[in-house]
T-cell receptor
């Protein structure tokens, strides 16, 4: 089957700290992988994506690498800001056009 | 930019009422989706549609129906609202079925059923 597992939150970091949010997946075939971000009171926005093994997606200082051997797509940022406080969702899309989302990880960055 | 709009940001309805949630996208996308989002459960797919007048059940269709009369509009209907349908409802669209195409989300409708 298909599923996405994210690290449990909430995560609280000080400004300029290093961020990692773990994401692992189970999928049939070769899915595309996505990170979405949801700011308070808003819908989800695409943060980055990777469509094949070893691809690295990046945006706004965030990065994630599609690791087929470990079935992982961990989100990283070298120096977080208060404005990065949000809920982050890992997701996969399989060949059948089905999306599967993780349960989300809440991040709070304190000054 | 793709824009997905939802008719209401906040909605309060009474138990037993019929509720319509509207979603419109402006980028000629083929596919449209309705999710509900609940704390600790993430996003759960209610219904989706690959084309006008087509609909497919998602993971939790019970108590809901949908309508897609025009390509740009996808409506979610709660035939008789119940308190366990209090939730955040998110509409999304994507260009087509290709594996590379992401979903674009609307801002969400927070529905409270009293």
């Amino acid at each position: 089957g298909n599923s996405v597992t994210q690290m449990e939150g909430p995560v609280t970091l000080s400004e300029e700290a290093f961020l990692t949010i773990n994401c692992t997946y189970t999928a049939t075939g070769y899915p595309s992988l996505f990170w979405y971000v949801q700011y308070p009171g808003e819908g989800l926005q695409l943060l980055l994506k990777a469509t094949k093994a070893d691809d690295k997606g990046s945006n706004k200082g965030f990065e994630a690498t599609y690791r087929k051997e470990t079935t992982s797509f961990h989100l990283e940022k070298g120096s977080v800001q208060v404005s990065d406080s949000a809920v982050y969702f890992c997701a996969l899309k399989n060949a059948g056009n089905q999306f599967y989302f993780g349960t989300g990880t809440s991040l709070t960055v304190i000054p | 930019d793709v824009k997905v709009t939802q008719s209401s940001r906040y909605l309060v309805k009474r138990t037993g009422e019929k509720v319509f949630l509207e979603c419109v996208q402006d980028m000629d996308h083929e596919n449209m989706f309705w999710y509900r989002q609940d704390p600790g459960l993430g996003l759960r797919l209610i219904y989706f549609s690959y084309d006008v007048k087509m609909k497919e059940k998602g993971d939790i269709p019970e108590g809901y129906s949908v309508s897609r009369e025009k390509k740009e509009r996808f409506s979610l209907i709660l035939e008789s609202a119940s308190t366990n349908q209090t939730s955040m409802y998110l509409c999304a669209s994507s260009k087509d079925r290709g594996i590379n195409y992401e979903q674009y989300f609307g801002p969400g409708t927070r529905l409270t059923v009293t």
